[in-house]
């Protein structure tokens, strides 16, 4: 009995060892999706209204100035899969690569190349481990993205982006991520991000836009920047949803932690009640056969 009191007393030092883990996880991501909630909701308005005006005034120019909204037949495709650094987020991953994977396997379908690029570590190890081909160009920039999350930094990888659509290395971009709703929702979502699709509207007198300075900048300048902005936008909801998510992951797993060790206790006083009253047994016993 004593070996299994002491098996408990260690079970209960180990889950209370994890609970102030958990709860500290808890805690440091509560701190972090209050900055990346705030980063993405002042971001989110201006980076939908651009898109908006990005697909309009793109769907206005010819070919020779519309770059970027050129369809042409997909013979190669470029699958941005954004995730986080870590684990410990709940499905957080499993569920933006699993999107991202159905859209592979979307292209692979129809006889197209697809080649992936990893934002985020988990993202590039489960590529790597399934053997698919990475795009290239993009250095360590793309695995090292969240360890300095600015515009700068996604700006270089956008370019690259744009830069290997414009050359013909891919047809066309999609973009893989979790969306931010809210700590305990994310939203695993596909958005096509080159070439640039027209938004289809009824009312043609949206499309008519007066281009000042001139059209050659608005295509030199404002579309690119333009395409940067989304970019970022999906990355700053990727990185808002990994922290809601791991929150409510550190939040489940406390509470957890909590009910066990609470019936861990129950178990182990369960236990030390019958070994005493064990030992007082063997002592009432032992004392009548020297008294016979």
């Known amino acids: ?112 190349e697809v080649v992936v690029l990893p934002l985020g570590k988990k993202a590039f190890e489960s590529f790597e481990r399934e053997g698919y081909s990475f795009a290239e160009g993009f250095g360590d920039s793309a695995l090292t993205v969240f360890d300095n999350l600015n515009f700068d930094t996604v700006s270089e990888i956008a370019k690259t982006i744009m830069n290997g659509f414009v050359s013909k290395h891919w047809d066309s971009v999609d973009i893989a991520y979790s969306q931010f709703k809210n700590a305990a929702v994310q939203i695993p979502t596909c958005e096509p991000y080159l070439p640039l699709l027209p938004i289809s509207n009824d009312d043609n007198s949206s499309l008519d836009y007066i281009f000042e300075p001139s059209r050659e900048e608005i295509v ?52 030390r009640q019958a070994s005493i009253t064990t030992e007082i047994l063997e002592i009432v016993a032992g004392s009548e056969a020297l008294g016979g």
Do not use: W
């Open 220 to 271: 030199e300048n404002i579309l690119p920047n333009a395409l940067k902005v989304q970019l970022y936008k999906a990355i700053l909801d990727s990185n808002a949803a990994e922290h809601g998510a791991r929150m409510t992951a550190m939040h489940s797993a406390t509470e957890n932690a909590g009910d066990l060790l609470q019936e861990l206790k129950i178990s182990y006083n369960k236990a």
């Open 1 to 112: 009995m004593a070996g299994g009191l002491k098996e408990v007393r260690e079970r209960i030092g180990s889950v209370q060892n994890t609970m102030q883990i958990t709860s500290a996880m808890k805690m440091v991501s509560a701190a972090k999706l209050r900055r990346a909630q705030d980063a993405i909701t002042r971001m989110r308005p201006y980076a939908e209204k651009i898109q908006a005006i990005l697909a309009n005034v793109s769907a206005t120019l010819d070919s020779t100035e519309g770059v970027f909204s050129e369809e042409r037949k997909i013979s190669k495709a470029l699958v941005v899969a954004i995730t986080s650094n870590r684990g410990l987020c709940g499905g957080f991953n499993n569920n933006s690569l699993k999107i991202a994977k159905a859209t592979i396997a979307k292209h692979l379908e129809n006889g197209t």
